[in-house]
């Protein structure tokens, strides 16, 4: 049965339905859950999302059920959630994508079965030019999270070398997510050229465990360091976005120095809010300490010359 619930968020007006609907079977979450939770996390997790062309990964039925990705909004959209309009040249016509500008629009996702939040690396006023250099660190099954752990560590270190800051998060499930913050006045070519010599120096230091290779095939048991995310359209799962996974883990942020006492599953959508509410939003400077890549490039052109 279709039980509909009428609820006001920060002044909007809307209906909720199927509430109990089961979500984690194991864990017995349901759509209420995740409802609440994006409503909760929401001063946190909007600024990462605001400005941002959106993808979603939705499981109406469940983590267990199908589920597909999201970018065109729906005929049923609510007229008060704005929308970025933008050509697709692969389906040659234009994607509605939804924009997150408040607590409201989270909820009204969330009760179509959104669990996962998509942003795009660049803002909708300077689409060709992304405010993130995104490192991806993807184990294979025969990867373990300590190898993870050494691959992001020779990484920061490569990063700090270069005199870049980066920012650290769970990706939610067993890898993890390097950003470093740029002025977004290069091209996603430029930013993925500067990425994928930092990756190729980290995976010939770390040859055993690591790889950028991209065939799946032939990354055996290694950890791939995904520097191919750096591409206009491409996205990662959100800081703070829940995962369809087994404890509804959550993509959470990390300083270096707890890299290796932690594991990315001690965060969830019971256990984020505590820590939220101890050390606040640890990747707000993502958002602000805009680097130039200048440095950076120099110095590695250098690197490749001799």
């Not at 006023?125 to 184990?139: A, E, M, Q, R, T």
């Not at 070398?161 to 990706?171: G, I, P, Q, W």
């Not at 050229?193 to 095939?217: D, N």
Request: charged residues 20%.
């Amino acid at each position: 049965m279709d039980t509909r619930n009428q609820v006001m968020i920060g002044g909007r007006t809307f209906s909720l339905s199927n509430l109990d609907k089961i979500l984690w079977p194991e864990e017995q979450l349901t759509k209420g859950d995740l409802i609440k939770y994006y409503v909760q996390v929401a001063p946190y997790i909007i600024p990462h999302l605001r400005n941002r062309a959106m993808v979603f990964t939705r499981y109406p039925n469940g983590i267990e059920g199908k589920s597909f990705y999201q970018k065109n909004a729906p005929d049923y959209l609510p007229d008060w959630i704005p929308t970025f309009a933008h050509f697709s040249s692969d389906s040659k016509r234009d994607i509605h994508y939804i924009l997150i500008e408040e607590p409201a629009v989270l909820a009204w996702l969330a009760n179509q079965g959104c669990i996962e939040m998509h942003p795009w690396l660049s803002c909708i006023d300077k689409l060709d030019y992304p405010d993130f250099l995104v490192l991806d660190l993807d184990p294979s099954e025969g990867s373990t999270y300590a190898d993870v752990v050494t691959v992001a560590q020779v990484l920061h270190h490569i990063l700090s070398a270069l005199s870049l800051k980066c920012y650290l998060k769970t990706s939610g499930a067993l890898g993890l997510h390097i950003y470093v913050p740029v002025i977004n006045q290069y091209t996603y070519e430029e930013v993925r050229i500067l990425a994928g010599k930092i990756a190729a120096l980290a995976a010939a230091e770390t040859a055993k465990i690591s790889t950028i290779e991209r065939s799946v095939r032939l990354r055996g048991d290694k950890i791939y360091i995904d520097y191919l995310q750096n591409a206009r359209g491409k996205t990662l799962c959100s800081v703070y976005s829940i995962r369809p996974r087994k404890g509804a883990t959550v993509s959470t942020p990390l300083n270096w120095d707890e890299i290796s006492v932690v594991s990315p599953n001690d965060f969830n959508i019971h256990t984020i809010f505590s820590r939220l509410h101890q050390r606040g939003d640890l990747f707000a400077p993502v958002l602000t300490e805009k680097q130039s890549l200048a440095n950076a490039m120099e110095k590695l052109s250098s690197l490749a010359k001799v």
